[in-house]
């Protein structure tokens, strides 16, 4: 359950990241500046890379595992 505790946490930093390079990209498109643009979203798209990875993490196993400690108790 810890473990799993531990992911949620990690996921919500990462949404408030995505959220955060997400509008600072757009601003610098707007804006008119492309390669602080291209840098955001290469950014933004590393972010997102790891937000899916702590979800497939998740599902397949922590998830799993928090399920047998609850049946145990």
């Known amino acids: 359950v810890r473990d799993a505790g531990i992911i949620a946490a990690a996921q919500k930093v ?8 997400g509008g600072l ?10 390669d602080a643009a291209d840098l955001l979203e290469r ?4 972010e ?3 937000d899916l990875e702590l979800t497939e993490i998740a ?3 922590i998830n ?4 047998e400690e609850e049946e145990e108790i």
């Not at 601003?27 to 492309?34: E, K, P, R, S, Y």
């Not at 799993?64 to 399920?67: L, Y």
């Open 43 to 46: 950014t933004l798209d590393e």
């Open 59 to 61: 599902e397949g196993f």
């Open 48 to 50: 997102e890379q790891t």
């Open 14 to 21: 990462e949404h408030y990241e995505i959220a955060s390079y």
């Open 64 to 67: 799993f595992e928090a399920e």
């Open 25 to 34: 990209a757009q601003m610098a498109i707007t804006l008119g500046h492309d």
